[in-house]
């Protein structure tokens, strides 16, 4: 099992990339959210991959941090659910909407993504509703990508609000919506987490 890749972006097209690692150019197979924040051809880049073997074909799907790739993984185990629909619903809305649509039943925004009908919506919610928190709940500086700003703070002020009882969903969402990027104490940043949860 490939459990991620770190190389140099040679080619980017509509639904996949090549990464080269070593001389060896990997396919890697990407949603269009990741498609649209990759750096340029040539730069360094690092995908958290899922390697999915079938009787005709072998691929790697590729993201850019563990939570696309947790939440993937997740959307895969459902039945009826295989990787091209998987990755529709990847690039259908950001992860924290997801993954609130899963927790409250929100079975009209799971079939609005192409691909999803309204039966495997519904089974996609009662078979992930559950899961789907324990999976969400990553280490804080797991849940940092993506997020700008000093990470050690972000990743710091996440792990207070989960101390304090919020759910790791809860916290994440929290810190997106604040200004992180002029953040400069962890301290500052709970006061103001702690007014926009009241």
């Known amino acids: 099992m490939i459990s991620h890749l770190r190389g140099v972006l040679d080619q980017v097209a509509q639904n996949h ?9 990997y396919q890697v197979k990407v949603p269009a959210s990741v498609i649209n924040r990759l750096p340029p051809a040539g730069e360094p880049v690092k995908l958290y991959t899922i390697q999915v073997v ?3 074909d072998i691929s ?7 939570e696309e790739r947790a939440l993937f993984s997740l959307f895969l185990s ?7 629909t998987a990755m529709s619903i ?7 909407r997801l993954v609130g649509a899963v927790a409250q039943g929100d079975t ?10 309204k039966k495997t919506a519904e089974r996609i919610v009662l078979e992930l509703k559950e899961k789907i928190a324990k999976a969400y709940a990553l280490k804080p500086n797991e849940m940092v990508s993506g997020m700008k700003g000093d990470q050690t703070i972000i990743a710091d002020s996440i792990a207070a609000l989960i101390a304090l009882g919020y759910s790791p969903r809860e916290a994440r969402e929290t810190i997106t919506k604040l200004n992180m990027e002029n953040a400069s ?3 500052s940043v709970l006061k103001e987490a702690l007014k926009s949860l009241v």
């Open 185 to 187: 104490s962890v301290e």
């Open 90 to 96: 990847i690039s259908g809305f950001p992860i924290d």
């Open 108 to 117: 009209a925004l799971l079939s609005s993504i192409s691909g999803v009908g």
């Open 17 to 25: 990339v090549v990464v080269e690692v070593g001389n060896i150019g």
């Open 60 to 66: 790697l799907y590729g993201f850019l941090n563990h």
């Open 78 to 84: 459902v039945s009826g659910v295989g990787p091209k």
């Open 54 to 56: 079938r009787e005709d």
